[in-house]
């Protein structure tokens, strides 16, 4: 039996912050409280955080690792990404599973979690890609959520790869909420996109600015509102993901104060960065090619609003790493055969904390909820992961709040030759990370073993 006893920090909740103590024994949280008296009579390991804030393990609803869900196979694999976000102070990830075509459900979920195994440094589950309804498909949603998989994902966009039709989507979340399961809706005007898009090629607009101009706001808006209408015409909850826009924000608070089941996320770059990078000169606005793509000032307030007054209720990463030389190899000619997609797993809490909670627009409180507790209770994770309390894994993130963080593509984890937050220093810098007991992160430096991470079989949320 290993006991490590955590004292001097500030344990971090979503009702509180508290200056007290944590015990570990092996891989759990045994209590939570006034125990120093255990460093003299008990046989324990004393990790003195004094001055720190002591959070919950990071939970990442929203990666693509080894995945070709886009086009190429991302940067990133399991062992790199994962050990990117311990690095951040994630230590759950729940990570989406494509359907490959000419394969089942069942038999795309096991090539990827086949991918997985042995390599992953943190604990991870997934979610399931549905982009081909072939006949049996929906006999086997049964089959996916009793091996532990109880969520899945759809497109309303890339028609001819990913997207599902309106009665596709309305039968999705009507079988998926009649097992209990949720359904993640990736909301676009597909078809508008591909015409705008079509348009601007024509007319001579080939680069990475045309990946903006040819998503204008509405095109997500409408496909929020559609979206929400089928899984109401669906009985059925609706989780949206990498929300971007106002208008958007405004729609799901809409349906929740009218008693519709809808949440929905948005990600750290749409809170902090600028559409302005689109126009860097040669190909560097490649960077950022990312769906949707990033919005104005007027988007970014409304959706650290939405965050503060709960219509948000979840930041993710979607870390979809594509390196810039893929990019411009696959689209420099034609924005439309850029690979969507960036990183940020490793700097998602960083990120958030030096933008959000530093500057005061997020209480610490509120910072856990969105980055660990909501999404562990989203996906059926909590209270196993998303919390500091007996009984709960020992996911832990030790944070100076004295500290600063410095980001750069020459120090990061993650497995690619650019970072969109280049040069940025923060407040706050994360000293220590433990999973399940064992520290894993020393001073941004990961000292776990290799593969410790196990899949989570999740249940599905009541």
């Given at each position: 039996?290993?006991?490590?006893?955590?004292?001097?920090?500030?344990?971090?909740?979503?009702?509180?912050?508290?200056?007290?103590?944590?015990?570990?024994?092996?891989e759990?949280?045994?209590?939570?409280?006034?125990?120093?008296?255990?460093?003299?009579?008990?046989?324990?390991?004393?990790?003195?955080?004094?001055?720190?804030?002591?959070?919950?393990?990071?939970?990442?609803?929203?990666?693509?690792?080894?995945?070709?869900?886009?086009?190429?196979?991302?940067?990133?694999d399991?062992?790199?990404?994962?050990?990117?976000?311990?690095?951040?102070?994630?230590?759950?990830l729940?990570?989406?599973?494509?359907?490959?075509?000419?394969?089942?459900?069942?038999?795309s979920?096991?090539?990827?979690?086949?991918?997985?195994?042995?390599?992953?440094?943190?604990?991870?589950?997934?979610?399931?890609?549905?982009?081909?309804?072939?006949?049996?498909a929906?006999?086997?949603?049964?089959?996916?959520?009793?091996?532990?998989?109880t969520?899945?994902k759809?497109?309303?966009?890339?028609?001819?790869?990913?997207?599902?039709?309106?009665?596709?989507?309305?039968?999705?979340?009507?079988?998926?909420?009649?097992?209990?399961?949720?359904?993640?809706?990736h909301?676009?005007?597909?078809?508008?996109?591909?015409?705008?898009?079509?348009?601007?090629?024509?007319?001579?607009?080939?680069?990475?600015?045309?990946?903006?101009?040819?998503?204008?706001?509405?095109?997500e808006?409408?496909?929020?509102?559609r979206?929400?209408?089928?899984?109401?015409?669906?009985?059925?909850?609706?989780?949206?993901?990498?929300v971007?826009?106002?208008?958007?924000?405004?729609a799901v608070?809409?349906?929740r104060?009218?008693?519709?089941?809808?949440?929905?996320?948005?990600?750290?770059?749409?809170?902090?960065?600028?559409?302005?990078?689109?126009?860097?000169?040669?190909?560097?606005?490649?960077?950022?090619?990312?769906?949707?793509p990033?919005?104005?000032?007027?988007?970014?307030?409304?959706?650290?609003?939405?965050?503060?007054?709960?219509?948000?209720?979840?930041?993710?990463?979607?870390?979809?790493?594509?390196?810039?030389?893929?990019k411009?190899?696959y689209?420099?000619?034609?924005?439309?055969?850029?690979?969507?997609?960036?990183?940020?797993?490793?700097?998602?809490?960083?990120?958030?904390?030096?933008?959000?909670?530093?500057?005061?627009?997020?209480?610490?409180?509120?910072?856990?909820?969105?980055?660990?507790?909501?999404?562990?209770?989203?996906?059926?994770?909590?209270?196993?992961?998303?919390?500091?309390?007996?009984?709960?894994?020992a996911?832990?993130?030790?944070?100076?709040?004295?500290?600063?963080?410095?980001?750069?593509?020459?120090?990061?984890?993650?497995?690619?030759?650019?970072?969109?937050?280049?040069?940025?220093?923060?407040?706050?810098?994360?000293?220590?990370?433990?999973?399940?007991?064992?520290?894993?992160?020393?001073?941004?430096?990961?000292?776990?073993?290799?593969?410790?991470?196990?899949?989570?079989?999740?249940?599905?949320?009541?």
């Amino acid at each position: 039996m290993t006991r490590t006893l955590f004292t001097g920090g500030t344990v971090v909740s979503t009702t509180g912050s508290l200056r007290t103590d944590v015990l570990v024994v092996d891989e759990a949280v045994a209590a939570v409280g006034n125990l120093s008296q255990l460093a003299t009579t008990m046989d324990v390991d004393v990790v003195d955080v004094s001055g720190c804030l002591l959070l919950p393990g990071g939970v990442d609803v929203h990666t693509h690792l080894d995945s070709g869900l886009n086009g190429p196979k991302t940067a990133d694999d399991f062992e790199s990404g994962t050990i990117a976000a311990a690095a951040g102070g994630t230590t759950t990830l729940v990570d989406f599973a494509a359907q490959v075509p000419g394969l089942g459900l069942m038999d795309s979920l096991a090539a990827h979690a086949d991918k997985a195994r042995g390599k992953a440094v943190v604990d991870y589950g997934f979610h399931m890609c549905v982009s081909d309804l072939y006949d049996g498909a929906m006999a086997d949603f049964a089959d996916v959520v009793a091996s532990g998989v109880t969520s899945f994902k759809v497109f309303m966009a890339y028609r001819g790869t990913l997207m599902l039709d309106d009665g596709q989507l309305f039968d999705v979340l009507r079988r998926a909420g009649s097992l209990g399961a949720q359904v993640c809706v990736h909301a676009e005007n597909g078809d508008v996109i591909d015409r705008l898009a079509a348009d601007l090629v024509a007319a001579g607009t080939t680069g990475p600015r045309g990946h903006l101009l040819s998503r204008p706001p509405k095109t997500e808006v409408e496909a929020v509102r559609r979206a929400i209408a089928i899984a109401d015409m669906a009985s059925a909850p609706i989780y949206l993901v990498h929300v971007s826009t106002a208008g958007a924000v405004e729609a799901v608070a809409a349906a929740r104060r009218n008693g519709g089941a809808v949440a929905a996320e948005t990600c750290t770059h749409y809170l902090t960065l600028d559409p302005e990078m689109y126009e860097a000169p040669g190909f560097e606005g490649g960077k950022v090619v990312l769906t949707p793509p990033l919005r104005s000032e007027e988007h970014r307030n409304a959706l650290w609003d939405g965050l503060g007054l709960g219509d948000l209720s979840v930041v993710s990463s979607d870390h979809c790493p594509y390196c810039l030389a893929d990019k411009e190899r696959y689209g420099k000619d034609d924005f439309r055969q850029i690979p969507n997609g960036g990183p940020g797993v490793e700097h998602r809490l960083p990120v958030l904390y030096g933008q959000g909670v530093a500057t005061g627009r997020l209480g610490i409180e509120r910072f856990v909820e969105l980055t660990a507790t909501a999404p562990a209770k989203q996906f059926g994770l909590y209270p196993r992961k998303g919390v500091i309390a007996a009984g709960s894994d020992a996911d832990l993130v030790v944070l100076d709040p004295d500290g600063e963080t410095r980001i750069s593509a020459d120090t990061q984890h993650q497995r690619m030759d650019y970072t969109p937050w280049e040069g940025w220093v923060l407040p706050g810098r994360i000293t220590q990370v433990w999973s399940r007991g064992e520290r894993i992160v020393e001073d941004g430096r990961y000292v776990g073993a290799s593969g410790r991470g196990r899949f989570l079989a999740r249940s599905v949320v009541s």
